[in-house]
């Protein structure tokens, strides 16, 4: 018997609805720093490997320096789209 693979969700599809979600709240916040750091690496020019690992980058360096501004739910999207963008990607 054949198992069928459970659709993978895209990684970039992933990416851009947990930063469609993160741009959205901080910006009902006025939180002016996390915007910063999630404008200089977003929307994705393209879904390539080099701008998905910057994007996880920043979102990186964006915890470790003012985590203390963000939400729990925040930090789980940002979690969430670091765990996507740093997925291996599959042609």
């Known amino acids: ?10 990684p ?3 990416i851009e609805a947990c930063c469609v979600t993160l741009f959205e ?29 910057r994007l996880s980058r ?3 360096d964006l915890v470790r320096a003012h985590g203390e501004m963000l939400g729990d ?8 789209a670091i765990a996507h963008a740093e997925r291996p990607q599959r042609d």
């Open 73 to 80: 739910d925040d930090c789980r999207l940002i979690e969430d």
């Open 1 to 10: 018997m054949i198992r069928q693979r459970k659709a993978q969700p895209d």
């Open 12 to 14: 970039a599809a992933r």
């Open 58 to 60: 920043s979102l990186d």
């Open 25 to 53: 709240r901080w910006c009902e916040g006025r939180l002016v720093i996390p915007l910063a750091y999630l404008m200089s690496v977003w929307p994705l020019a393209t879904p390539s490997p080099v701008y998905m690992r």
